[in-house]
């Protein structure tokens, strides 16, 4: 799936949203390491990435040749500050029509607007691709990520109190949150 756009941020600043492409793959790694260093509030650790160099790029480029799946890289004065996309639940003809969404952004780049265009990218790709349903978790304590969702149309349907084990704080409370897409 391809996708390209230029926004404008609050910053007045420009930044190129678009496909994560194979030659962006290292960059895209160490933003990946970054990003889930900044925060307590994404699935991993960078110390719990599987991906090599040569495996992200392979990611990179399968996302890119995918007519239901993208992986979209917010590029600002000309490198990456973050990334989005989609993925199919599965294949199976019960779950073919949901896809999950997933978002980081550099913590010197919140409060931009990036986060807003990527998860409007993210929502116009997965209706392009025909989905019916795009499904995420956010941290309930993450009360910024989830209003953005929630301005976006998603909505709560319900709650996971051990969504997730912080190795800092504990049991972490995950939001699931689903938005109908037809």
């Known amino acids: 799936m391809k996708y390209k756009e230029t926004i404008v941020l609050k910053n007045k600043k420009e930044c190129l949203l678009r496909n994560g492409e194979g030659s962006d793959a290292k960059e895209v790694y160490d ?22 160099i040569e495996q992200e790029q392979q990611f990179l480029i399968e ?27 599965g294949k199976k003809d019960k779950v073919k029509h949901r896809a999950e ?9 919140w409060g931009l607007g990036i986060g807003r265009a990527l998860t409007l990218a993210c929502i ?7 989905y019916a349903q795009l499904e995420l ?26 969504g997730f084990r912080s190795r800092s704080t504990g049991w972490q409370e995950t939001v699931l949150m689903r938005m109908e897409l037809d």
């Open 63 to 89: 996302k890119a040749d995918s007519s239901n799946e993208i992986e979209i890289c917010a590029i600002l004065d000309g490198r990456i500050v973050g990334t989005a996309g989609i993925e199919a639940v």
């Open 137 to 162: 978790d956010v941290v309930s304590e993450n009360g910024r990520a989830a209003a953005l969702y929630e301005s976006a149309g998603f909505v709560e349907y319900g709650r996971n109190p051990r």
């Open 31 to 52: 933003n990946f390491n970054l990003t889930h260093g900044q925060t307590d509030y994404l699935l991993s650790y960078p110390d719990e990435d599987s991906f090599t």
């Open 101 to 109: 969404f997933g978002i980081s952004i550099e913590k010197d780049c």
């Open 124 to 130: 116009a790709c997965a209706r392009r691709a025909g």
